[in-house]
């Protein structure tokens, strides 16, 4: 039989849809002819194919093959199909038996002597595969990646030489040895390092418990960076489902997959030179950008205003929507983007404005300027306006000074606390709540909606801002334990949108 089919996945976003691998052996010219929308990479497997079959020391037939690669619709990339093609290859010149070819799904990129180089998004075929029920056979070097996926039946191989015995019944290939542990996040980072700032302590533990995005606003050298270090190791461990959908987007991504940063929360921190496309995702093919790799950990964006408007202007819908769907000519490719959003800035170009030890020698005029490099539709997505002041005189060179050492212990015990909560209530962390859950969920009494009126009207909130004062409230009352929204609690929420005041306040 000159006929031979085999099974790989493509990668499109964080999803891998089947690629049939068809082989068919005829009469004709001695070639190698690869259909079905390859790419450049993926035509050349065909040399590839061809040298590393020769090299294992098989021959490859001396008629035409053609290889086609469905859906012929599909767009196919990479080197990753080069496993697939080189078994179907052999099934059908009757190297290799057939009969155990659709039991199985083949992912790796060729060398030219055999050996198998690993490719990247592993982890999504694995998923899709276990689904399928079928075997997945990958380079060794994916393995560790590919058993996070705990249900797929996962083999590992180094070469094109133990694939053919493990299909001729003479070796079997081994499962990868790795036992993925949830790990963690942001070992290392105290929040008793930061000195003083109890107020800045105490916002930052109410963006841990609820989700909410916040900023930072005061003076250079403050601790606001050191902060914003420490919201991860405050924040809630990753579920199963979680993590498994961060390693997802880390395995489709540039950047090589870490199979020991397994379970750890994402800190995102690009450079305020980062452009649009790597902040959201693109290129052709799509691949994820920052808000995406940020998926369920923190996207941190230090000095704000620096940040070119048009790139800040992008983060308004995933803010809302949390995910990003980026459209190519033959794409339209999804990503997740449910990040919480840290940002920090100066008050002004100085730095120094409302500082009561250094000048701020900025004029009004120059303050606004600078303020206004950050729309308002975009602050209005921020629940948190944190001031972080500067330090009190002798506070850093106090000898006597000694740290709290339960202080972490204690805040990371009351955030777990307020959000298991949440969970109970609402099954979602309070930032997440929908208007009709805000309505049925932060219920204030009519002395609390007046003084909520009286507040919209005063610091010109939008109605957006006043759930996000609610949603606050809510998140205030979880962390001291209480079933319902009182006067404090909104006091405080309030308390905490700063920039809804003017600028000379």
């Given at each position: 039989?000159s006929f ?13 849809p089947?690629?049939?691998v ?6 004709g010219?001695?070639?190698?002819q690869?259909v ?17 079959i ?9 008629r ?6 469905a ?8 080197g990753?199909?080069d ?18 070819l ?19 998004g ?42 053919i015995?493990h ?31 109890l107020?800045?302590k ?10 909410h ?7 250079p ?9 420490r919201?991860?190791s ?13 390693a ?14 397994w ?12 452009s649009?496309?790597a ?14 790799l940020?998926?369920h ?9 620096e ?9 308004r819908?995933?803010l ?21 959003l840290?940002?920090a ?34 602050l209005?997505?921020?629940?948190l ?11 850093l ?11 972490q212990g204690?805040a ?7 959000r ?20 049925r969920d ?52 309030l ?11």
């Amino acid at each position: 039989m000159s006929f031979a089919i085999t099974y790989s996945r493509a990668q499109i976003g964080i999803e891998a849809p089947l690629v049939t691998v068809e082989a068919d052996i005829s009469q004709g010219l001695p070639q190698i002819q690869i259909v079905g929308l390859p790419a450049t990479a993926v035509k050349e497997a065909k040399d590839r194919v061809k040298s590393a079959i020769s090299n294992v020391g098989l021959k490859t037939p001396s008629r035409r093959v053609t290889v086609n690669l469905a859906p012929a619709d599909l767009p196919k990339h990479g080197g990753r199909y080069d496993l697939a093609i080189a078994v179907s290859i052999l099934a059908a010149n009757g190297d290799l038996p057939q009969a155990a070819l659709h039991q199985c799904e083949w992912l790796g990129e060729l060398a030219l002597d055999g050996q198998l180089r690993p490719v990247n998004g592993v982890l999504p075929a694995a998923i899709q595969s276990a689904a399928s029920k079928r075997v997945l056979i990958v380079p060794r070097l994916n393995g560790a990646e590919a058993s996070l996926a705990a249900t797929a039946n996962i083999r590992i191989a180094d070469n094109l030489l133990e694939v053919i015995a493990h299909l001729k019944g003479t070796q079997d290939l081994l499962r990868p040895t790795h036992t993925p542990n949830l790990a963690p996040s942001a070992q290392g980072y105290d929040l008793a390092d930061v000195r003083g700032q109890l107020i800045a302590k105490r916002g930052l533990v109410i963006a841990a418990a609820g989700n909410h995005n916040l900023m930072f606003i005061g003076p250079p050298g403050t601790g606001k960076t050191m902060l914003a270090n420490r919201l991860c190791s405050l924040l809630p461990p990753l579920s199963t489902r979680e993590a498994l959908e961060v390693a997802a987007i880390r395995s489709v991504s540039n950047n090589n997959f870490d199979p020991s940063s397994w379970g750890q929360r994402p800190f995102r921190s690009p450079h305020h030179t980062t452009s649009s496309i790597a902040l959201v995702g693109g290129s052709s093919p799509p691949r994820p950008g920052e808000i995406s790799l940020a998926h369920h950990g923190i996207l941190f964006l230090d000095e704000l205003p620096e940040y070119s408007r048009r790139v800040l202007e992008v983060l308004r819908e995933p803010l809302e929507s949390g995910h990003i769907m980026i459209s190519r000519a033959q794409y339209q490719v999804c990503y997740p983007a449910k990040f919480q959003l840290v940002a920090a800035m100066n008050a002004c170009p100085c730095g120094y404005h409302g500082d009561d030890r250094i000048q701020c020698h900025c004029s009004q005029e120059r303050i606004l300027a600078y303020r206004n490099r950050v729309s308002g539709p975009l602050l209005d997505r921020i629940d948190l306006h944190i001031s972080v002041p500067s330090l009190k005189r002798g506070l850093l060179s106090n000898p006597d000074y000694s740290p709290d050492e339960q202080e972490q212990g204690l805040a990371t015990a009351q955030v777990l606390a307020a959000r298991t909560l949440m969970l109970a209530r609402a099954g979602k962390a309070n930032a997440h709540l929908s208007s009709p859950e805000v309505l049925r969920d932060c219920r204030i009494s009519r002395a609390d909606s007046s003084l909520m009126e009286r507040a919209m009207e005063r610091l010109g909130l939008s109605a957006r801002g006043y759930f996000k004062v609610l949603k606050i409230a809510r998140t205030i009352a979880d962390l001291a334990g209480e079933a319902d929204v009182a006067t404090p609690h909104l006091t405080e929420a309030l308390a905490f949108r700063q920039l809804d005041r003017s600028v000379t306040s």
